[in-house]
């Protein structure tokens, strides 16, 4: 969990103000992907698709002077995700088309309070559709143009059963898009630059926090005042690839996040920054010794 700056000075970062804490995760996964090949004089084709399965259990226990608290999530997802890849010489222009759409369906099953008592429990599921398009191709020799566009829409349902019984419905929408640029200045060497909107909707587990309850005080629960976060993100890089025995990628960026999603460690539920700025320098080196390291 959460480590304060006091118990990280009174613990150290290995130890922990709560050692009797504990959760437990099971998860199952598995996925079938298709593909179909279609080559004609016009245009080579892919299309391809995965039919996605996953159950996945988790349960906490959390201990305290004031009371305990467990949580125990089951959640089942089912998704289905086809989609088509087009290459075409379009006036020769290189042309690269992708587009598909995603549906998804996940079920959320809560149980929440004090082992010895009895616990809230709520049912959350969720729907998500979503449609994209992203295209890129080589109006020059060695200079790429790549751009996209998704939108999706979400569709949440909230069923309290116990302790407390509340219904209660979300329908956000959102969209994301991408433009870049791309140098290459060697067969495998690049330089490129890529701006893009950017979206996440909140996941199912994310609506509800433990609850727990501290002299008559109960906090925690379900919270339905979550925004999707939103985000801007900036970015150039290089890959550099010129040497046969060293390969060097560098990028910096910046992502201008409005509403992000996080843990609130005062209210002990998640909720929304109204803005924060992330920025950062990433670099990755390869080296070539022999054929086989």
């Keep these: 969990g959460a480590l304060s700056v006091p118990n990280r000075n009174l613990h150290g970062r290995k130890g922990s103000a709560f050692p009797n804490d504990r959760s437990k995760t099971e998860d199952f996964f598995f996925m079938l992907g298709p593909e179909l090949k279609l080559d004609t004089s016009l245009v080579d084709a892919l299309v391809s698709g995965d039919l996605l399965v996953r159950g996945r259990r988790t349960n906490s226990i959390f201990y305290a002077t004031w009371g305990d608290t467990e949580i125990s999530n089951h959640i089942k997802t089912f998704g289905v995700t086809p989609k088509i890849a087009f290459t075409t010489d379009f006036f020769d222009i290189d042309n690269r088309l992708l587009m598909g759409v995603d549906y998804y369906h996940h079920k959320d099953e809560i149980l929440s309070g004090n082992p010895a008592a009895a616990k809230d429990m709520i049912i959350i599921e969720k729907d998500s559709v979503g449609l994209y398009i992203s295209d890129t191709i080589e109006p020059f020799d060695s200079f790429f143009v790549n751009g996209g566009l998704r939108s999706e829409w979400a569709f949440y349902n909230f069923d309290q059963q116990a302790v407390l019984t509340t219904t209660a419905e979300k329908k956000p929408s959102e969209y994301a898009y991408e433009v870049g640029l791309d140098y290459k200045y060697g067969d495998k060497s690049s330089l490129y630059t890529n701006f893009s909107r950017s979206f996440r909707f909140p996941a199912v587990d994310e609506w509800y926090s433990a609850l727990w309850q501290f002299f008559g005080v109960q906090g925690g629960g379900l919270n ?16 550099e690839r010129s040497s046969k025995y060293l390969g060097l990628d560098a990028n910096f960026f910046i992502m201008d996040i409005k509403k992000e999603l996080y843990f609130d460690p005062v209210t002990l539920r998640n909720s929304n920054y109204e803005r924060t700025i992330h920025s950062g320098i990433e670099t990755e080196a390869h080296a070539y010794l022999f054929d086989m390291i």
Excluded: T
Aim: glycine share 12%; net charge positive; no cysteine.
């Design 224 to 239: 339905l005042n979550l925004k999707p976060q939103v985000g801007l993100n900036y970015e150039v890089g290089i890959k």
